[in-house]
């Protein structure tokens, strides 16, 4: 039915061109290059690292190209830019791994990125220890191998887990945890965080993606908020107010809680929209049972998450995700990608190692090949939109109004070209 419209309206067009010149020849409309691209075959995998089995990934089929309507002789089509060309194509957000606290970590992604098919990993995590006061103040030396990393491409973020607290992971009770939260909002730990942005700006990474006091509303860290939620918020302010006084600085401080409710609702230790640049949430595949619509829709889960920081008018991020409880579950991997592909955080790093992991663990081969498979080859590059074209008019040529409806059919207006008796 179609086709057999298009050869009507082509007979016609034909009849009225015609009627204007006495000569007339058929052209085609105006075409398009068509091609069919070639992934690079999968890497083999690496000595010395658990890997998922090879990922096929076929080539895309070429498209049908579409067919031009037919034109009369010596009538031009004058392109007309479609709203797809002049819409801004949607990035992909950045993301990366967990591989290792110190230079082996390092060395990991690049490994990582040839599995994924030389895919541009972007984001570098790391963790600053939290047993001591000088660990936190930026004492380890893998911090050189990170800024390293960082300062080779522009385009990198180097994310840092920063502990509140030293003994972070020491069991201290409740009554102990109030008290030192209150030394923390009397300025009592000032000095070590002056120090850890000072070393951080003498790395030459003063933008740093600063993870301060993660899971703060679990029970696992000294640093949590439950016990006295209203001087965790001071002293977290304390401590953003300290690192952005020392010259030089630009840091990005990132509230990260755990999904959902855990010892007490997350958004009661949010210290404010002036001391936050980013809202982040680690998520697992948690607790057993539960489904990835639950992790969605549940009180303070990825959906609240996503409409908190909307609006406070904050990036969101996912600086630890995984599985967990629900074992090598391949629906969490696939629906965690496209939950993060449709709200574009600005960086998501997965916790690669068992029992979270899809690279160094081998325990989750089918969520390792999603994994594989999603990402292979994926770069964050983000196409630039077209500039919005006004149609021209090719030279010696006078364009005929033919009726939008006809113009609809052709693709674009129509010219009669003046010099058209010089033709052979």
Known sequence: MALQRRQTTS?????????????????????????????????????????????????????????????????????????????????????????????????????????????????????????????????????????????????????????????????VGDSEVRSLLARGAAGDFDEHYRALAERLVKLKVPDTVVVLGWEMNGTTYTHRCGPDPEAWKKYWKRIVTTMRSVPGQKFKFDFTPNRGRDAIPWTQCYPGDDVVDIVGMDSYDQPTGTDFAE?????????????????????????????????????YMRKMLAWMDEHKPLYNTVTDYCPHGVWQCGDNPKSSKAYRSLLFGRTDTEPTAPEPTQPTTPPNCSPLNLGEWVEHWLGGKLCMRLDWYKRP
């Open 11 to 171: 007979k016609r067009l034909a009849f009225i061109a015609t009627g204007i010149v006495a000569s007339a020849a058929l052209a085609v409309g105006p075409g398009y290059a068509w091609g069919a691209g070639q992934d690079p075959e999968p890497p083999a995998a690496l000595p010395g690292l658990p890997t998922a089995a090879p990922v096929p990934v076929p080539s895309p089929a070429a498209p049908t190209p579409p067919v031009g309507p037919l034109a009369p002789s010596g009538v031009q089509p004058v392109a007309t830019p479609s709203p797809a060309d002049a819409a801004k194509a949607a990035g992909k957000p950045a993301f990366g791994a967990y591989l290792a606290y110190g230079p082996q970590g390092v060395q990991r992604m690049a490994e990582l990125s040839k599995w994924l098919g030389g895919a541009e990993l972007r984001v570098g995590h790391t963790y600053l220890p939290g047993d001591r006061w000088s660990n936190i103040a930026g004492a380890p030396d893998f911090l050189e191998s990170w800024a390293e990393w960082r300062r080779e491409k522009d385009n990198r973020l180097f994310v840092l887990n920063v502990p509140m607290m030293e003994r972070n992971e020491d069991h």
């Open 295 to 331: 992790q969605v829709s549940e009180p303070y889960g990825l959906k609240q998450h996503v409409e908190f920081a909307k609006a406070h008018g904050k990036d969101i991020s996912y600086p630890e995700w995984g599985l967990f409880r629900n074992g090598d579950n391949e629906e």
